[in-house]
Nanobody
Framework: QVQLVESGGGLVQAGGSLRLSCAAS????????MGWFRQAPGKEREFVAV????????VYADSVKGRFTISRDNTKNMVYLQMNSLKPEDTAVYCC?????????????????WGQGTQVTVSS
């Protein structure tokens, strides 16, 4: 079992930056691929980024590529999402998730555990 708790969300002006954190509990954290997803009001949940369990590979959604960076520290059971050059369309609830299947899964259905999310609001 893995429990996930996100933090770091908030209100930021367009062009600004935020760093989201995801704290994970569980002895097997290092064996999971870790992803970030987001959901804006009235929209479907959207894949943002994923990092492999070994931290040697990442995948990003086209909408955030070059602006967001996912990283993890397996010694601290932490996953991060550094978000730069934020845009109003990045406004959403951001959730981290853990996947035991697949090396770099991008589909939400591949993930086993989810956090409750943290709100990110980008003003224009």
């Amino acid at each position: 079992q893995v429990q996930l708790v996100e933090s770091g969300g908030g209100l930021v002006q367009a062009g600004g930056s935020l760093r989201l954190s995801c704290a994970a509990s569980g002895r097997t954290f290092s064996s999971y691929a870790m992803g970030w997803f987001r959901q804006a009001p009235g929209k479907e949940r959207e894949f943002v980024a994923v990092i492999s369990w070994r931290s040697d590979s990442t995948v990003y959604a086209d909408s955030v590529k070059g602006r967001f960076t996912i990283s993890r520290d397996n010694t601290k059971n932490m996953v991060y999402l550094q978000m730069n050059s934020l845009k109003p369309e990045d406004t959403a609830v951001y959730c981290c998730a853990a996947a035991s299947r697949g090396y770099l899964p991008t589909a939400a259905t591949r993930y086993d555990y989810w956090g409750q999310g943290t709100q990110v609001t980008v003003s224009s």
